[in-house]
């Protein structure tokens, strides 16, 4: 019959210190990047409230749920609007319009406009800021950008994409000239009286499409010449008409005189 070994006690102490050791290496490794993020999440979200504030509580409210005739409420708008909105200049507004100018100079920096839209992001979920892996153009199709453009969005911001008039004293504002971020934001968030594309009806690589036509129509240019606008066929027939048919009538009375 085989002798059995008897376990030392000190073995059972020294494997519960091991296993603790272990268990607290892992700990140390991890929780601190957790924490760090938490204590940075919060204090931007504190300097973010302050700006809030300061810039945007007289119209949007102190607790960010609106001002009846001046400002709506932005519970649920999302970090995405705040950046499209203060990123291009249209916000915070001088005073309530039908809509908010935009391609006017920045208020702030890149860092408060993200503090403000972390403070906004607590409000209600919303659209994110894009990682930028879905706003870089030189990874879409723009051919196949060009189609979704052309269906979904030329008919206000023309197939050229230069904007156009909407009703009411709105516009369509021009879309070249804007960052692929941006573009994506406005997609995501519809500003003003712009429809929403959410992931519904155009996924994340759709919009990066559409980003990348947009990119090619500025790099292309114009190679006909003068665009008159990009407006189309009726600024080219106005000046055709009137240009050219001037031309065609001042040859004619030119020819008359010199056969007189």
């Not at 991890?30 to 940075?40: M, S, Y």
């Not at 723009?142 to 156009?164: D, L, Q, T, Y």
């Not at 070249?176 to 690589?205: C, R, W």
């Amino acid at each position: 019959m085989p002798k059995l070994t008897r376990r030392h006690p000190a073995a059972i102490a020294l494997l519960l210190m091991l296993g603790l050791l272990v268990t607290g290496t892992a700990y140390s490794a991890v929780a601190p990047k957790d924490a760090q993020a938490t204590v940075t999440a919060a204090d931007s979200v504190e300097k973010g409230k302050k700006l809030f504030t300061a810039n945007c509580a007289n119209c949007h409210g102190a607790n960010g749920l609106g001002v009846e005739g001046a400002g709506p409420s932005l519970a649920g708008v999302g970090a995405a609007s705040v950046d499209f909105q203060m990123g291009t200049g249209r916000m915070p507004m001088a005073a309530p319009d039908v809509q908010a100018p935009g391609n006017i100079r920045v208020k702030f920096s890149d860092e408060e406009i993200a503090d403000v839209g972390a403070y906004v992001a607590t409000l209600g979920a919303g659209p994110a800021v894009p990682p930028e892996e879905y706003t870089d153009g030189s990874k879409g199709d723009a051919g196949k950008g060009g189609e979704i453009f052309r269906v979904n969005c030329a008919m206000c911001h023309a197939s050229a994409g230069v904007g156009g008039a909407l009703t009411r004293g709105k516009d369509a504002p021009p879309v070249t000239g804007v960052s692929g971020k941006h573009i994506y934001e406005a997609m995501v968030t519809g500003p003003q009286s712009m429809p929403v594309f959410n992931e519904t009806n155009l996924d994340p690589e759709d919009k990066r499409d559409v980003i990348a036509y947009i990119e090619a129509m500025e790099e292309a240019g114009n190679p006909g010449g003068n665009p008159l606008g990009g407006y189309g066929p009726v600024p080219e027939g106005l000046f055709t008409w009137t240009i050219g048919l001037g031309i065609l009538i001042a040859g004619a009375i030119w020819l008359g005189q010199k056969s007189a």
